[in-house]
């Protein structure tokens, strides 16, 4: 894949899930939260080819069960809807035809496919969805008040405290293509995937057997390459929605402009992960670990993991604790090959480790460095040329807070 050029692709600061054309979202409050806003919906004027990335989890939810059967059978979305506060995960039969009767009543609403509505949940575990609350959501998606990108954004959220959203620009046979995505992702973060729900629309026209494989090479370089706290949810999701209203050529691997097209996805999915990261359960900092000479690509991104997984890690860069020795302890049981006396390490341009041996450095520079809300860890294993990059936050006094009071 080709490098991101800024003169190919126009990043544009406020886009939303509805700046490609022809697609529309919304929120509204179903009582599922106890005020904020708790189901959202995106739709695209015609069906949209899609393709999604799922959990590897075993108890995978009854929504994200629904949704992957019917786009494995149609290849196509329209609807989208999401709700908030409850996760429909580990509910058996009762939580499936929940879902099922969700996706039923939103392409009545909507005068869809049955098969062309996607569905999704987020929340608590174990508890059966009211679905009282849900039919008033679904009879309110087309009133005027419930309308926009940013209800949708804070529709889908539980414990983050921001919405995120990200957007580009991409010139495609003469015709402006654009690339949004909105996200929600705070706790159970872990490669591969997370408690995350990613939804990314495009105006372009995709092939569908490259529309999956793309998104299955983006999601890991993005999604699949952070972590918060090392526990993969049963619910996570990411799901790409191209209706080709700009009318461009159809893209493939065959096409052009396909590098282009994908540098695009990937900005936006990396966008999206890195604010999942950034916004974790009680973070203050991003973290962002860069390893390069690896032996491979796959191995350097065992190993950016392993470091962003570590407790150790993540507590000393909380306490902006320059403490290398947290590092060298990750990059060792990554169980990747290594010469130990090769790897370097760096917390940002100040030089820690060199040649697997403890350098002097300023202690003080390195505590000042690591208050700041983003910290770079440079790894350097100087045996190939692999070279990977993963996101994650430190772990604080509030990630325990709020964890331990999830439920109440």
Not at 85 to 102: D, F, I
Not at 266 to 281: C, N, P
Not at 394 to 401: E, G, H, I, Q, W
């Amino acid at each position: 894949m080709t490098s991101v050029k800024e003169k190919q692709i126009k990043i544009l600061e406020n886009g939303k899930v509805t700046t490609p054309k022809g697609f529309q979202a919304g929120g509204v409050h179903t009582g599922l939260r106890k005020t904020k806003l708790d189901f959202g919906w995106i739709h695209s004027e015609v069906p949209a080819t899609a393709a999604g990335v799922y959990t590897l989890n075993a108890f995978k939810a009854a929504p994200l069960q629904v949704t992957k059967n019917s786009l494995d059978k149609t290849g196509k979305i329209q609807t989208l809807v999401v709700n908030s506060a409850n996760a429909n995960a580990v509910t058996g039969p009762q939580g499936e035809k929940n879902a099922l009767e969700t996706q039923k009543l939103v392409a009545e609403k909507k005068g869809v496919e049955v098969d062309h509505v996607a569905v999704a949940s987020t929340g608590i575990i174990g508890v059966q969805l009211p679905m009282e609350k849900l039919y008033k959501g679904i009879n309110w998606m087309d009133e005027a008040e419930n309308q926009g990108a940013e209800r949708f954004e804070s529709a889908i959220l539980t414990t983050d405290t921001v919405t995120k959203y990200a957007a580009v620009e991409v010139e495609i046979d003469g015709k402006l293509v654009t690339i949004s995505g909105a996200a929600k992702g705070s706790g159970m973060i872990a490669p591969n995937m997370a408690t995350m729900l990613s939804f990314i629309t495009t105006d372009a026209a995709v092939e569908r057997s490259s529309l999956e494989a793309g998104l299955r090479q983006v999601t890991d370089k993005s999604f699949n390459m952070i972590t918060v706290d090392g526990d993969c949810s049963t619910n996570d999701m990411v799901l790409v929605l191209a209706n080709g209203l700009q009318k461009n050529q159809t893209l493939n691997e065959s096409h052009p402009d396909w590098d282009l097209f994908l540098n695009g996805l990937q900005y936006v999915s990396q966008d999206l992960a890195k604010q999942i990261a950034k916004d974790g359960e009680g973070a203050t900092k991003l973290i962002e670990v860069q390893v390069k000479g690896a032996g491979t690509d796959k191995a350097a991104g065992e190993i950016a993991k392993a470091i962003i997984s570590s407790n150790l890690v993540k507590a000393a860069v909380y306490g902006s604790d320059p403490n290398w020795g947290r590092i060298v302890c990750a990059v060792g049981y990554s169980e990747q090959p290594i010469e130990v006396d090769k790897v370097s390490i760096a917390l940002g341009d100040l030089q820690v480790v060199e040649n697997g041996l403890p350098i002097d450095f300023d202690e003080e520079a390195g505590t000042e460095y690591l208050q700041q809300e983003m910290v770079t860890i440079h790894v350097d294993l100087q045996n190939g040329a692999g070279e990977a990059t993963a996101w994650g936050c430190d772990l604080t006094y509030d990630y325990v807070k709020i964890n331990a009071s999830y439920r109440t």
